[in-house]
T-cell receptor
């Protein structure tokens, strides 16, 4: 069974540009959550999608957005990139994160560097 | 107060010893807790989850949950150098719509 796949693995962008990251969850999983990980802040929750609907959102500015497709694949977009957006972006796949004891599995992440 | 708190460490233990990692949470509405291990430069991998009061054992790992004290711990018996990593505690917060919130992580170093 294939794991969670994130693409691309590495990305270098310039301030002011926008970027789109992709996440393909484990087959059968319908919930995809996105996290930003930085050394200073740890793992910060961005948003969660289930069946193409955003069910939950963290405390990030509107420059951060996402969507989920009918096949459960998800994308997140960051517009007008800032240096502080440099981070490891992780997506986590689960059957349904709201399930009583459902486990979330992470992809390898996308390392974004903004210069 | 952060929703999930961990000591950042580093925690250093000799090989073969028991490593004890601790986590506290602020929201009594959280019912499920997860322990993840993250090696440097890698993504977090799930070790265990627990949602009932008491202990849950899986091989060398034991998770403990005390809902009255809002406390979660992970014990690693017979620690090995390969256990050296950052351990992340996460709580599933149902009253926030099912948000999985992570602590800052505790860095564990097992010395040969």
């Amino acid at each position: 069974k294939a794991g969670v796949t994130q693409t691309p693995r590495y990305l270098i962008k310039t301030r002011g540009q926008q970027v789109t990251l992709s996440c393909s969850p484990i087959s059968g999983h319908r919930s995809v959550s996105w996290y930003q990980q930085t050394p200073g802040q740890g793992l910060q929750f961005l948003f969660e999608y289930f069946s193409e609907t955003q069910r939950n959102k963290g405390n990030f500015p509107g420059r951060f957005s996402g969507r989920q497709f009918s096949n459960s694949r998800s994308e997140m977009n960051v517009s007008t990139l800032e240096l502080g957006d440099s981070a490891l972006y992780l997506c986590a796949s689960s059957l349904d994160i709201r399930g009583f004891n459902t486990e979330a599995f992470f992809g390898q992440g996308t390392r974004l560097t903004v210069v | 107060q952060k929703e999930v708190e961990q000591n950042s460490g580093p925690l250093s233990v000799p090989e073969g010893a028991i490593a004890s990692l601790n986590c506290t949470y602020s929201d009594r509405g959280s019912q499920s807790f997860f322990w993840y291990r993250q090696y440097s430069g890698k993504s977090p991998e799930l070790i265990m989850f627990i949602y009932s009061n008491g202990d849950k054992e899986d091989g060398r790992f034991t998770a403990q949950l005390n809902k009255a004290s809002q406390y979660v711990s992970l014990l690693i018996r017979d620690s090995q150098p390969s256990d050296s990593a950052t351990y992340l505690c996460a709580g599933l917060f149902y009253n926030q719509g099912g948000k999985l919130i992570f602590g800052q992580g505790t860095e564990l170093s097992v010395k040969p």
